[in-house]
Antibody, heavy 120, light 111 residues
Framework: EVQLVESGGGLVQPGRSMKLSCAAS????????MAWVCQAPKKGLEWVAT????????YYRDSVKGRFTISRDNAKSTLYLQMDSLRSEDTATYYC?????????????WGQGVMVTVSS | NIVLTQSPASLAVILGQKATISCTAS??????????MHWYQQKPGQLPKILIY???SRAPGIPARFSGDEAELNFTLTIEPVEADDVATYYC?????????FGAGTKLELK
């Protein structure tokens, strides 16, 4: 059974940093691109970042470029999101998601999500 | 960026009737003859779940009541007949180019 379990969320002050983790199991982690998708309170879904299966390529939405870094440790089957210079508008639930292969680029499995609140 | 315009924002449907949700893309999402348009369902308090991928293919375990279609950049998710368990917000998403984008969502309620 595929499982994605996020951790690391919580309350953080504006301008500070936070690192999210996503532990994957039930599939061959290093065969899949992985992504972070966020959802602000009472709002819709927004794609945040994607990393290729081998970590060689990363992609970000414009609003987080230069502030967020997606990475992975295939030996540990773990995905990360390092979030720096956090802003109030980054407040959201962050989901770890597996990106379907074959170039279809949809998210076939999602974690339960972790809440990040940026507030002083 | 590819903009996805979803409508309506909310929809109230009688049990057993048909629900139709539209998602219009600002440009083609076609790659090698496949429309990389996908639909998700998010029930209240739950995580999103893939329903339809590549315009019309149902994800594993999704009943035939859910179907996808396309006509000139206008993608449609149809639910017929609507059941009580279908109360949720539905999102379209394009997987052609970065940044991947979602529609704003359509909230389905029962009338």
């Amino acid at each position: 059974e595929v499982q994605l379990v996020e951790s690391g969320g919580g309350l953080v002050q504006p301008g500070r940093s936070m690192k999210l983790s996503c532990a994957a199991s039930g599939f061959t982690f290093n065969n899949y691109d992985m992504a972070w998708v966020c959802q602000a309170p009472k709002k819709g879904l927004e794609w945040v970042a994607t990393i290729s299966y081998d970590g060689s390529s990363t992609y970000y939405r414009d609003s987080v470029k230069g502030r967020f870094t997606i990475s992975r440790d295939n030996a540990k089957s773990t995905l990360y999101l390092q979030m720096d210079s956090l802003r109030s508008e980054d407040t959201a639930t962050y989901y770890c998601a597996r990106s379907k292969d074959y170039g279809y680029n949809y998210f076939d499995y999602w974690g339960q999500g972790v809440m990040v609140t940026v507030s002083s | 960026n590819i903009v996805l315009t979803q409508s309506p924002a909310s929809l109230a449907v009688i049990l057993g009737q048909k629900a139709t949700i539209s998602c219009t893309a600002s440009e083609s999402v076609n790659k090698f003859g496949i429309n990389l348009m996908h639909w998700y369902q998010q029930k209240p308090g739950q995580l999103p779940k893939i329903l339809i991928y590549n315009e019309f293919s149902r994800a594993p375990g999704i009943p035939a009541r859910f179907s996808g279609d396309e006509a000139e950049l206008n993608f449609t998710l149809t639910i017929e007949p609507v059941e009580a368990d279908d109360v949720a917000t539905y999102y379209c998403q394009q997987g052609l180019t970065f940044p991947y984008t979602f529609g704003a969502g359509t909230k389905l309620e029962l009338k």
